[in-house]
């Protein structure tokens, strides 16, 4: 059975930093880009980050670009987001989630991503 499960998330001062990680375990997504998505009350789950499957190619959403940095450890099956200079509006629960297709790029749309995480809560305070 495939499971992404997130961590890392928390409370934290307008500012501050927060690192999540996502373990992968069921089948190994070395392969396959892997993202980052959020949903704050009241609103659609909307991209966050993106890599590509060599850890090469990376896509942001404005809203965070320069902000936070995605990477990813194939050989642990894990893939991480570094949040720095956190705002209020970055509270939302957040998603990590792997594209089923292989060796290709960044994946932007939500719908190229099958595998799905239960979600970290990420609460920043102003």
């Known amino acids: 059975q495939v499971q992404l499960v997130e961590s890392g998330g928390g409370l934290v001062q307008a500012g501050g930093s927060l690192s999540l990680s996502c373990a992968a375990s069921?089948?190994?997504?070395?392969?396959?880009?892997m993202g980052w998505f959020r949903q704050a009350p009241g609103k659609e789950r909307e991209f966050v980050a993106a890599?590509?499957?060599?850890?090469?190619?990376?896509h942001y959403a404005d809203s965070v670009k320069g902000r936070f940095t995605i990477s990813r450890d194939n050989a642990k099956n894990t893939v991480y987001l570094q949040m720095n200079s956190l705002k209020p509006d970055d509270t939302a629960v957040y998603y990590c989630?792997?594209?089923?297709?292989?060796?290709?790029?960044?994946?932007?749309?939500?719908?190229?991503?099958?595998?799905w995480g239960q979600g970290t809560q990420v609460t920043v305070s102003s």
């Open positions: 890599i590509s499957w060599t850890g090469v190619n990376t």
């Open positions: 069921g089948r190994t997504f070395s392969s396959n880009t």
């Open positions: 989630a792997a594209d089923p297709r292989t060796f290709r790029t960044a994946s932007v749309p939500r719908s190229d991503y099958m595998y």
